[in-house]
């Protein structure tokens, strides 16, 4: 038996308006519209960045890992298996 496996993920990257733009802090959740549900997890691409939990679920949005000045980040979210709203939100 085979089982296939889709990965639907789209690649987050967060920078400030211009080069010399920088933040030390960010918070990034998957929502959708409507009911402000959790959707999706996340992944990290480097050590500035960390993965939390929220409502008890692992991997469901991204926080700073340090205090110190950042220029971008970039992370990786993937989509649920299956998703009911056409729309989602990520803040």
């Known amino acids: 038996m085979i089982h296939f496996v889709v990965l639907f ?10 080069n010399s733009d920088s933040f030390k802090g960010i918070l990034l959740i998957a929502k959708s519209p409507n ?3 959790i959707i ?3 992944s ?13 679920k692992e991997n ?5 890992s340090s ?6 980040i970039e ?6 298996s299956t998703i009911l709203q056409e729309k989602v939100i990520i803040k």
């Open 44 to 56: 990290t691409t480097n050590s500035m960045i960390k993965t939390i939990s929220c409502n008890n």
């Open 35 to 37: 009911n402000q549900q």
């Open 67 to 72: 205090a110190d000045e950042k220029l971008g």
């Open 60 to 64: 469901t949005a991204i926080t700073h």
């Open 9 to 18: 993920y789209i690649i987050v990257h967060v920078r400030g308006l211009t």
């Open 40 to 42: 999706g997890t996340w």
């Open 75 to 80: 992370a990786l979210w993937y989509a649920p």
